[in-house]
């Protein structure tokens, strides 16, 4: 079975910053991408950053240039440096994770249980 643990969210003064990690655990065969989302309260979810095996990243618009993904592919964690936070970042976070559980097998989205992020203004 496949579990995604989050951690490292919190509230922090606007300016200030965050560190969010995610570590895959489990039977699988291979992770192809992992990312963040999050979802404020009455807003639908929206992607945050997303980084491939390879290393190719991708950020939504509204946090460009100050958050960063980044991932350790040995021990099948993703991080999310988060930099210059402002109040409408306040959402609840969620690692995803696009994997396959057998050679050749489909891409299974995976999601983490969520963890707030709290920026006060």
């Known amino acids: 079975q496949v579990q995604l643990v989050e951690s490292g969210g919190g509230l922090v003064h606007a300016g200030g910053s965050l560190r969010l990690s995610c570590t895959v655990s489990?039977?699988?065969?291979?992770?192809?991408?992992m990312g963040w989302y999050r979802q404020a309260p009455g807003k639908q979810r929206e992607l945050v950053g997303s980084?491939?095996?390879?290393?190719?990243?991708a950020y939504g618009d509204s946090v460009k240039d100050r958050f960063t993904i980044s991932r350790d592919n040995a021990k099948n964690t993703v991080f999310l440096q988060m930099n210059s936070l402002k109040p409408e970042d306040t959402a609840i976070y969620y690692c995803n994770s696009r994997l396959t559980a057998w050679s050749g097998g489909p891409i299974i989205n995976y999601w983490g249980q969520g963890t707030q992020v709290t920026v006060s203004s």
């Open positions: 489990g039977s699988f065969f291979s992770i192809n991408a």
């Open positions: 980084i491939t095996i390879s290393g190719s990243t």
